[in-house]
């Protein structure tokens, strides 16, 4: 793009800045501890299209100053004096855009901590290359003679110094009606976010799905992989499955960042799919056909479920129900998992307070026992032996292999309860049934403690095509239709409280970011209109970023929001060249109106192709990116093309 637009030398001076950059922000980031990985990588990516800008505008300023001096040199020297402060202050602004993004906490700050720091990096670099590196390249590389064949700077210039001009003081004639104008689409814009949404993390997009299963309680080892060879059968039916892998009383070894292993829980198993290919609807289709055919199934409850981005959760919708009263807490955490199932779109639903175990109660009669002189210790020990077991001693095999010994009935029943009789002090033998009534009971409910408080957690994860949070809004509405007991609360968990967390943060990560670049340009213009003229363009970028996620069909999503604070940062750096030029000439004594056109006209091709160059930047990240960063690029892109527009034709 830079050979296109600018000629083969210009071109030459403005990619070295991209190797250089890179290398000293990667070494910079090595020092500080970060290294390269996911984040780091995509921060590179971000700060590409972004590190370039100072070189352009700085080159661009030295090819305008070339025809005003017979030594390049000089020209290179004054050409980088006359925009040096405006790049620097742009630069700044950029990296403050980025910089408050370290102080976001919670899990989602230290999953992305490494992107911004990345970004800070590159650009600081590309600002001490282009001050110091690129005018002393220039000094050497460009050239008086004309090229023989012209680049496109020259016709934009050209198209800038006459039709654009005329086309600016028809617009500063009618500036009013062009005011109510902007003012008006910009209401519109902002007002379609309604009907964006909003979310947190997508899905990872994975050729692999993991199915998990959970044996009624008490069950063996052997019958959890029974089932689980009952469903394979069933899977591998499939012709998008390539691979299936078994575990049995364990989870999978670590195959993605955020799927914890769970270890040694007979009646646990997990099953891994590998896909042939990841392709959305076919992967949706399968997804939706296991979860009907598994949903069936008496034999264990098994959870079907796609991997997703961010870091480690719970389930994306999540009920916390607070009570001391574990009875109470069991009746609503039912009714709700209830009224889970009734909605459509809501799947995976796991409440473990209702689950109970069934536990065998003996109850011993003591003054029978004392009347039939029989010991209590050799009852409690018969008793042992029978159920669970009595340990005796060691075996230690030829190889070397240590196994414990262990006494105890083979195959115990509750049925076989009833033959076993226990000797007494006088050698008689007393069946176990006339001191010891058996029975089955209720065990206890699994329940957790939240701050101290006894908690039952209900959570549920939602199909492709439903939102987290609208789904979350409607079970929000029963509870508060619910008569809920005496002391009990909920709070909500996982993706809403992970999100709400996560924006407030980076809300005052916007206010503080806004406020950091205002008090940068004060200093810089030493004034407080100037400032915000260019303030004005904030408005406008994130107006056009909610276009292009209505557009794209995108949420709202956590990386949409530090797309959009990113963008405060990268939208002003072309109104503080503009403003800077703008000033410039005044102090050349030229008149305000001309003034304006003319730093109009002399910035428009650096304007115009720092933004294609950060667009380009950003596009393989936003085609090629996925889920995760699709939302981040659509932001800057579409916020940045709407804000370049409005800028370029006076609306701002």
């Not at 029989?374 to 020990?381: E, T, W």
Request: with cysteine; charged share 15%.
């Amino acid at each position: 793009m830079s050979l296109i637009f600018l000629g083969f030398r210009e071109a030459f001076v403005v990619i070295t800045v991209i190797p250089l950059s890179f290398l000293i922000a990667i070494g910079w980031l090595d020092f500080s501890g970060f290294g390269l990985q996911q984040m780091s990588i995509v921060g590179l990516i971000i700060a590409l299209g972004l590190l370039v800008d100072n070189a352009i505008v700085v080159t661009e300023s030295i090819h305008r100053e070339k025809a005003n001096f017979s030594n390049m040199a000089e020209a290179s020297f004054v050409g980088t004096a006359r925009v040096g402060w405006a790049i620097t202050s742009g630069t700044i602004t950029t990296m403050v855009a980025f910089l408050p993004l370290l102080m976001m906490g919670s899990d989602t700050g230290d999953f992305i901590r490494s992107m911004p720091v990345t970004v800070v990096f590159v650009l600081f670099a590309s600002l001490i290359i282009a001050l110091t590196f690129t005018p002393l390249l220039a000094s050497k590389f460009f050239s008086h003679k004309p090229p023989r064949i012209k680049p496109l700077q020259h016709y934009l210039n050209l198209f800038a110094e006459k039709a654009y001009i005329n086309f600016l003081e028809k617009l500063i004639v009618a500036r009013w009606r062009v005011v109510t104008f902007a003012v008006v689409c910009l209401i519109a814009m902002l007002s379609l976010f309604v009907e964006v949404g909003v979310s947190l993390f997508p899905k990872a997009e994975k050729p692999m799905i993991l199915l998990d299963i959970e044996s009624p309680a008490n069950t063996s080892f052997e019958y959890t992989n029974n089932v689980m060879e009952e469903m394979s059968l069933v899977i591998e039916k499939s012709p998008l499955v390539s691979q299936i892998a078994l575990n049995v009383g364990n989870s999978n070894p670590l195959i993605y960042y955020n799927e914890i292993p769970k270890r040694g829980v007979v009646k646990f198993g997990q099953i891994l799919l590998v896909l042939k290919e990841y392709d959305e609807p076919k992967v949706t289709q399968l997804v939706n056909k296991l979860r009907t055919e598994f949903s069936s199934w008496n034999q264990a409850k098994i959870t079907v479920k796609e991997f997703t981005q961010g870091p480690v959760t719970d389930q994306p919708i999540t009920i916390r129900l607070m009570s001391e009263s574990l009875k109470d807490l069991e009746k609503v955490a039912n009714d709700l998992a209830t009224k889970m199932s009734s909605i459509k779109g809501i799947v995976n639903i796991n409440n473990p307070i209702g689950i109970a175990n069934t536990e065998i109660s003996l109850d011993i009669d003591y003054e029978k026992a004392g009347l039939a002189s029989i010991n209590i210790n050799a009852l409690d020990h018969t008793l042992q032996t029978i159920i669970s077991g009595t340990y005796v001693g060691r075996f230690n095999d030829e190889n070397g292999e240590d196994y414990p010994i262990v006494v105890r009935r083979d195959n115990p029943d509750i049925n076989g309860l009833s033959d076993i009789s226990i000797t007494n002090t006088k050698g008689e033998s007393i069946p176990l049934s006339q001191i010891v009534e058996v029975k089955l009971q209720k065990g206890r409910s699994d329940f957790f403690h939240y701050q101290k408080l006894r908690m039952a957690k209900v959570s549920a994860d939602y199909e492709t095509g439903y939102s987290a949070n609208t789904l979350t809004t409607a079970l929000v509405e029963y509870l508060n239709q619910y008569n809920l007991p005496q002391g009990m609360y909920y709070t909500l968990g996982d993706e809403e409280e992970s999100r709400q967390e996560s924006f407030a943060g980076l809300s005052q990560i916007m206010i503080i970011t806004a406020i950091g670049i205002f008090a940068i340009l004060i200093l810089q213009f030493k004034s407080f209109l100037q400032p915000l003229i260019i303030f004005s363009s904030i408005p406008v970028a994130m107006a056009g970023s909610i276009i292009g996620l209505y557009l794209t069909g995108l949420s709202f999503s956590i990386m949409a929001f530090i797309g959009l604070i990113s963008l405060f940062g990268i939208v002003v750096n072309n109104a503080i060249i503009l403003i800077d030029t703008t000033n410039r000439n005044l102090k050349d004594k030229q008149d305000k109106l001309q003034a304006i056109l003319n730093a109009s006209a002399s910035r428009f091709t650096p304007i115009l192709l720092t933004t294609l160059t950060t667009m380009g930047g950003l596009l393989p990240l936003t085609l090629f990116g996925g889920a995760l960063w699709q939302p981040l690029g659509v932001v800057i892109i579409s916020g940045l093309c709407v804000s370049a527009i409005s800028g370029q034709t006076g609306l701002n």
